[in-house]
C-alpha cells in the first residue's frame, strides 16, 4: 500500500523559509513523477512543482524563482524548498505521486498547512 508523508509545513512571515519533504514508501517510485499541489481556501488545487525521476522539472509560473523542487530517487523523496514565501502562498500543500505511464496511477498525501502571515 502505497502511502505518502508529508512534513515541514508551519507558519512564516512575508519574506521567510520552508522546506516541505514527503517520503513514499510502500511501491518503486523510479517511473513515477513526484511533486506538490496546493489549495488556498475556496480555490482549486493547483500544481506547484513536479519532477521526473530523471531530473525535468516543471513549476508553476507563481513558484519559479522562489521555489525548488528536489529528490532522492534512492529514498522515494522529494522536497520544496520556498523561499520569498509571500501570504498567497498560504495553502495546504499537498505531495503528490503518479506514474509516467499509467494515468490512474496516483496517490496524494494528507496535506501539510502552509501560513504566510504577519
Known amino acids: 500500500q502505497v502511502q505518502l508523508v508529508e512534513s515541514g509545513g508551519g507558519r512564516v512571515q512575508p519574506g521567510g523559509s520552508l522546506r516541505l519533504s514527503c517520503a513514499a514508501s510502500?511501491?518503486?517510485?523510479?517511473?513515477?513523477?513526484m511533486g506538490w499541489y496546493r489549495q488556498a481556501p475556496g480555490k482549486r488545487r493547483e500544481l506547484v512543482a513536479v519532477?521526473?525521476?530523471?531530473?525535468?522539472?516543471n513549476y508553476a509560473g507563481s513558484a519559479k524563482g522562489r521555489f525548488t523542487i528536489s529528490r532522492d530517487n534512492a529514498k522515494n523523496t522529494v522536497t520544496l524548498q520556498m523561499d520569498s514565501l509571500k501570504p498567497e502562498d498560504t495553502a495546504v500543500y499537498y505531495c503528490?505521486?503518479?506514474?509516467?505511464?499509467?494515468?490512474?496511477?496516483?496517490?496524494w498525501g494528507q496535506g501539510t498547512q502552509v501560513t504566510v502571515s504577519s
Open positions: 503528490h505521486v503518479r506514474s509516467s505511464t499509467v494515468i490512474s496511477d496516483y496517490y
Open positions: 510502500g511501491g518503486i517510485f523510479n517511473q513515477y513523477i
Open positions: 519532477m521526473t525521476a530523471g531530473g525535468t522539472t
